[in-house]
């Protein structure tokens, strides 16, 4: 596993504080979490594209069974 150090302004540090603190998770679990979102979105995002644009719902289906079921990279599984 990496680590990685980033700066965040003091009022959404706060926030995220508050946000880990209201669902109960830590801070570091929040932050995994709205990453792997905003990754996984971005990357189906592109594959769509790269698709050709807008599909119907069996073709985005279709396009996630592409993905495979190969399990995560060690260090990447779900605790």
């Known amino acids: 596993m990496s680590t990685l150090s980033?700066?965040?302004p003091d009022s959404l540090h706060q926030q995220l504080k508050e946000t880990?603190?209201?669902?109960?998770?830590?801070?570091n679990q929040l932050v995994l979490m709205a990453v792997t979102?905003?990754?996984?979105?971005l990357r189906l995002s592109h594959?769509?594209?790269r698709h050709g644009?807008?599909?119907?719902?069996?073709e985005f289906l279709n396009l996630?069974?592409?993905a495979g079921d190969a399990p995560?990279?060690?260090?990447?599984?779900l605790s």
């Open 6 to 8: 980033i700066r965040l």
């Open 64 to 66: 996630l069974d592409a």
């Open 72 to 77: 995560p990279t060690p260090g990447d599984e």
């Open 53 to 58: 644009g807008p599909v119907s719902p069996q």
């Open 37 to 41: 979102r905003q990754v996984s979105a």
């Open 20 to 27: 880990a603190r209201q669902e109960g998770v830590s801070i």
């Open 47 to 49: 594959l769509i594209e």
